[in-house]
């Protein structure tokens, strides 16, 4: 279970039943009401690095909206014509249980501590609405890994019990973690869980608080026999010494204990970040070279240069392409 130092909670969460079972589960910390979650999330010249290390929990009620239309970054899908489905997210947790070196949450927000919102029942009531209009697909974690924060709070499964009453949404979770205890439920035909992968390499220096490669590799192992559809993510591919070894044999050591015919779809990118994010980032921290390579500015964003990003496409965009064909493979670079 993540550890939280303490709790700050809105007074108009603490009237709701979440609210109050959050209160109840922090009996033994210190808990703090305030008016505005914006009173400890969005102060300045705070430390995100500082507080990720003793991170508090700030529950909070969100207002509208509660849906945003997705950059094609939130979800790539291998094979699937243009337009066949919009892609929308929410941010109903914001900031991650997990700490990677390279995350843009660190230039995005100001501060490192964990807020939730906990009107799920309003995210979810936007996420129907927006199904009258038809089919489209929905990231609930793009802003977080939610199933890492399940011990806390539920999220994940009120997001499986909405994706089966209604089959036109594809819910799509996202996670750097160990197996969830939710993968033992009878699988939804319209949730799919996608596993971020990275070599040891990358995630022993650079993914702090996530699951080992090995210990994802087991997830996925037995998310797919349970029936669920599986999904992977190799992004952001970070160039560090050895890196296009390492990539390799991940993928080998994927596909040599997973059926190929059961992952869904793969895709894979480069580190990139908005260069607002990107200059906060770097000013913040000196601690890590990950994020003081001679990056290139292109497009808005700090990314590798061209050759480096052929040199990606290559290793990884062919290793992919050569287990699971052209049409379940997608680069993403936006």
Known sequence: MPSYRSLYVEASAADTA??????????????????????????????????????????????PPFLYEAPSRVCARPGAPPGELP???????????????????????????????????????????????????????????????????????????????????TVEVRTKGKAPPLLRSEPAENLVFTWTLSPPLVAARHEHGCASPANRLIAIRAAIERGWRVRLAFDPVILLPGWQAAYAELIAEVFTSVPTRAIEAATYGVFRVGLDHANRMIAARSDTPVLHHPFVSAHGMLTYDEHEIEAVRRTVGRTLTSYLGADRVAFVHA
């Open 18 to 63: 979440v609210g109050r079972a959050l209160v109840a589960q922090f009996a033994d910390r210190p808990v703090v009401e305030i008016t505005s979650y914006h009173e400890v999330f969005s102060r300045p010249s705070e430390s995100f690095q500082a507080q990720k290390r003793a991170p508090s929990l700030i529950a909070a009620v969100a207002s």
């Open 87 to 169: 892609v929308m997210y929410n941010d109903q947790l914001r900031n991650c249980v997990y700490n990677c070196d390279y995350c843009f949450l660190q230039g995005m927000h100001p501060c490192g501590h964990t807020l939730v919102f906990v009107n799920s029942e309003d995210y979810h009531e936007a996420a129907a609405d927006r199904a009258k209009r038809g089919p489209y697909w929905l990231s609930v974690s793009f802003l977080s890994d939610i199933p890492a924060f399940e011990p806390v709070l539920p999220l994940v499964r009120g997001w499986l019990d909405f994706a089966r009453e209604h089959p036109d949404v």
